[in-house]
């Protein structure tokens, strides 16, 4: 293992790291409940970063700050809010009109906006993302929440006139399905649930809403945010361990939609809590080992360079990541060579530290685990193919390219989930199809070639397989318009901006039989608004 100093002073000393870059400790007293800011006197979790500071014992990960350790108790004073301000569809949030709906979220942005930059500060300390990723991810969610605002209005607008057909006239309008539990990823702890919480949230659902494993204080500054924004019992938070404060929420029966992004063996379990699963609509966004397939008609220097955003961007830590590269034999091994050293050069340290590309890993046990996945694909044959691949001290590992990978191996099979990038050499194309057939998840697969009938005659079965074909790119999940989903164990629903706003609600709609007195009394209905339902006004 390379041991060179670029690994060795990857940490520093406290007083060394700009103090622009510098973070007190947090510690949060608080969570939103129904409208208030509830002071918390109980147990408390720590928060330990990822970035580690050399002291006389070593280096050890700096403490954050802390946050509530809340019981099931808590957790469902938080149901019983959130029962209440839906109230059967009747409450102040879900009756409200779409224009009011979207005033306060228009508010909350604003309110968020300025929080950023702490914000950003501490996805940095708490899960170890660079500072340009953080911003990105910030000002990506801003951009979402923006979008989700548009298409709303376009969906309303759609919504703003009566149909006839075989003498019935009807008005169909889209409307919230009730109480949402919204569990999201410690990876992307402000993004990834805000694609389901949003769009949720501004439907008209009330939200339970669980905070990450990693990345909960970067939500701290957006409580005020919360409650100013929204009315009482419209946004809960949830702390404390989710096996503990999860189960009788879920046995409740109470929950109408579980939007969770994390492994299918949870929300599996998750689902077959909940007494009434037909009453339950579930929002997933699961497993995946998305594979990229790199034939003898590639452009090597095109698929070295997308590969390595795909499979190391955030250190491997998405689930649209590329997991697992096959790399027909003809091009392997100047592959392989190409790769090993784009990933050589790969810029590791601090989040902050300029044109950072590798950074400390957030989870304590990921490194051992990478290290076993490492271990065994050495003992079965293949090897770390680039300088200074799988050096690792305390939660910093840099990438290791490990080569040739096959069916026998861990890093065939699991999901890595962190900057491990397994090759495997293949003879047919016919090999990594029946990787996919074979495989228990269906998200992405990027296919790199410039063989047009041979691109043509992998984009057919693939499309079948999973589902997004990426073309001479990494697999990813933007732009926000396009529907990002999975087969198999990978989703359930479909998510992009559109898509969200009816994966959260339901179509409903009046309708009466065409008739001059019905006639009469629907345009009396519209004409003097006495119904938030039945309308024509159109939202510019």
């Not at 622009?20 to 720590?46: A, S």
């Not at 100047?334 to 590309?357: C, Q």
């Amino acid at each position: 293992m390379d041991t060179n100093t670029r690994f060795e002073n990857i940490f520093v000393a406290e007083n060394q790291i700009p103090e622009e870059f510098q973070l007190p400790e947090l510690h949060q007293k608080e969570y939103l409940l129904n409208g208030e800011i509830v002071h918390w006197d109980g147990p408390v979790n720590e928060v330990w970063s990822p970035v580690c500071i050399p002291g006389p014992d070593g280096l050890k990960r700096k403490l954050v700050g802390t946050y509530p350790d809340t019981s099931p108790k808590e957790a469902m004073q938080a149901l019983d809010a959130a029962l209440a301000a839906y109230d059967n569809g009747m409450g102040e949030w879900p009756s409200m009109s779409v224009e009011k709906r979207i005033e306060c979220m228009q508010n909350f942005v604003y309110l968020m906006i300025k929080q950023r930059s702490l914000i950003i500060k501490l996805l940095m300390w708490e899960i170890g993302k660079s500072l340009a990723d953080s911003t990105k991810e910030f000002d990506r969610t801003v951009d979402y929440i923006n979008a989700t605002i548009d298409a709303l209005k376009d969906l309303d607008r759609e919504s703003s006139r009566f149909q006839e057909a075989e003498g019935t006239i009807a008005q169909t309008r889209r409307l919230p399905l009730g109480v949402v539990l919204s569990m999201g990823p410690f990876n992307y702890p402000l993004n990834e649930i805000f694609t389901t919480l949003i769009p949720a949230l501004i439907m008209g659902n009330t939200i339970l809403f669980k905070l990450p494993k990693h990345g909960i204080l970067a939500h701290y500054p957006l409580l005020e945010a919360f409650k100013e924004a929204f009315p009482k019992g419209a946004v809960n938070t949830l702390y404390g361990k989710g096996s503990e404060i999860i189960p009788p929420l879920m046995e409740s029966g109470k929950i109408n939609v579980l939007a969770f992004i994390g492994s299918s063996k949870v929300a599996n379990g998750l689902k077959k809590q909940h007494p009434k699963v037909n009453r339950l609509r579930a929002i997933l966004s699961l497993d995946a080992k998305n594979a990229a397939i790199v034939t003898n008609n590639a452009d090597l220097d095109v698929a070295v360079s997308e590969c390595i955003a795909g499979s190391l961007s955030f250190n491997g830590q998405r689930c649209t990541a590329l997991k697992l590269i096959f790399v027909q034999e003809g091009v392997a091994d100047e592959f392989v060579k190409k790769l090993s050293e784009a990933v050589s050069a790969l810029k590791p340290g601090l989040p902050w530290d300029k044109d950072v590309k590798v950074t400390p890993l957030p989870e304590a046990d990921k490194p051992a685990y990478l290290k076993e996945c490492i271990e065994d694909a050495a003992a079965k044959g293949a090897k770390v193919m680039n300088e200074g691949g799988g050096y690792m001290n305390v939660s910093f590992v840099f990438p290791a390219v490990v080569y040739p990978v096959d069916d026998s191996m861990k890093l065939y099979h699991e999901e890595q989930f962190g900057p491990v990038v397994p090759v495997v050499r293949f003879k047919s194309i016919e090999e990594p199809i029946q990787y996919q057939v074979d495989a228990s998840h269906g998200m992405q697969v990027s296919i790199f070639s410039n063989d047009a009938a041979e691109v043509a005659s992998l984009i057919d079965p693939f499309v079948g397989l999973v589902s997004r074909v990426n073309i001479n790119c990494q697999a990813q999940r933007g732009p926000d318009v396009f529907p990002f989903t999975g087969r198999k164990d990978s989703a359930e629903g479909t998510l992009s901006v559109f898509d969200a706003l009816r994966s959260f609600s339901i179509r409903s709609l009046v309708a009466a039989k065409v008739t001059d007195a019905n006639k009469e009394l629907l345009n009396k209905i519209v004409r003097d608004h006495e119904s938030g339902f039945l309308s024509t006004d159109y939202i510019f």
